[in-house]
């Protein structure tokens, strides 16, 4: 899946791999799989979040089921570049709430020589594309989408619903707030919504 040995060793270069998807399809998990074998090969590797997301804790990067590692959190991207010096492999997780400087970033650290991990929600809870998520998607090397299971027909969900009854762009939630629903389920749920709204 992805070249780890360049073919051209005099160009040593490093690249962007981008995880995305919708909520509860293992993200975090597929981000925190490639750190630890980063690690495991005794690689120097620093991960950073979004100061913001202190959810199930507020320094390391836990995914839905409780698997865990150590990372910095930081309030705006430009803080990773004074954070990145000797390192091999950076992981960034939760990028849809930074800044757009996130894209530059993740770009300087690659033309640097270091692979970088993101992972983040492509689309927002509205189905619009997330913050600096399409751009970073389009910089990148290598994009994989993960799908969660949609609550509501089994099928592949790539939605994020919030259930409940709030319109800020940012705001973190867990099963309560949230369901994964595929392309189908989120059109019936939202029209429902749309319906509910003019009869109110």
């Given amino acids: 899946m992805f070249l780890e040995n360049t073919v051209n060793h005099t160009e040593q270069f490093g690249w962007i791999e981008v995880i995305c998807g919708s909520m509860f399809s293992g993200k975090t998990e597929e981000l925190i799989r490639r750190l630890k074998r980063a690690q495991f090969a005794k690689q120097k590797v620093e991960i950073f979040k979004p100061s913001v997301d202190v959810r199930y804790d507020d320094q390391d990067v836990v995914s839905h089921d409780s698997n865990k590692i150590r990372s910095t959190p930081v309030p705006a991207a430009a803080n990773i570049r004074l954070l990145t010096s000797d390192v091999q492999v950076v992981g960034i997780d ?6 757009d400087e996130i894209v530059a ?15 983040g929600l492509d689309m927002d809870f509205k189905g619009q594309p997330f913050g600096p998520m399409p751009a970073l998607m389009a910089t990148a090397e290598y994009v994989t989408k993960v799908h969660a299971v ?6 592949l969900a790539h939605f ?6 709030n319109d800020d762009l940012v705001f973190l939630g867990e099963v309560q707030e949230y369901e994964p629903l595929s392309r189908a389920a989120y059109f019936k749920v939202t029209e429902a919504e749309k ?3 003019k009869d109110g």
């Fill in 195 to 197: 319906e509910n709204k």
């Fill in 150 to 155: 949609c609550t509501r027909t089994g099928n």
């Fill in 160 to 165: 994020s619903h919030r259930k409940t009854d």
């Fill in 94 to 99: 939760e990028a849809q709430f930074f800044d």
């Fill in 105 to 119: 970033v993740c770009n300087d650290l690659a033309n640097r020589g270091i692979r970088v991990i993101v992972a």
